[in-house]
């Protein structure tokens, strides 16, 4: 079920370049299967945003304009993070994607590797409000047989849950 509003947490957004934060990103990453196809290169299309409680790094959400209007999202975060934290931080971006820059859809994909579902992420999915969208791609990779499911959100979806009550 989607939220009508974002939900105030203590951590704070920040945007990204190269250096320590993404080193620590490529850090979380690696110990994953599931970001077998994440990487953090810069360009010019792409924006990383730091997920901070004061200077502690929490998480990072990649962003990647990957059509017109159209967004891609990954998450990046510790094992054992606290998903309404980092749950929120995604709705934030994702409000400000839709919000501020005019975004048409965005999107993620939901892993499952071997026939094991990557929980964190279905659950980020769903307190986001993402819906799946169309079937699972499918490939094997070194003997390992990864399923992704895009989750995404139009602009449509988007108004239809943030518009304003009317008055009685």
């Not at 993620?108 to 590797?113: A, C, E, S, Y």
Request: aromatic fraction near 10%; charge should be negative; hydrophobic fraction near 40%.
């Amino acid at each position: 079920m989607a939220r009508s509003t974002p939900l105030a947490t203590d951590f704070e957004l920040i945007t990204i370049a190269e250096g320590p934060h993404l080193e620590w990103a490529r850090l979380w990453a690696s110990r994953r299967r599931a970001y077998i196809h994440h990487t953090f290169e810069a360009a010019p299309n792409k924006k990383y945003v730091g997920v901070f409680d004061n200077i502690k790094l929490l998480s990072v959400i990649s962003i990647e304009l990957t059509g017109e209007a159209e967004y891609l999202l990954h998450v990046t975060s510790p094992r054992r993070s606290d998903l309404r934290v980092i749950g929120n931080a995604v709705y934030q971006v994702g409000w400000s994607l839709f919000n501020d820059l005019h975004a048409e859809s965005i999107y993620t994909h939901r892993p499952i590797i071997n026939g094991h579902e990557h929980r964190g992420s279905t659950a980020m999915c769903e307190m986001t409000g993402l819906h799946p969208y169309g079937l699972p791609e499918e490939e094997e990779i070194n003997g390992v047989h990864y399923s992704w499911q895009v989750y995404q959100m139009t602009r449509l979806d988007w108004l239809i849950d943030h518009q304003k009550p009317e008055a009685a």
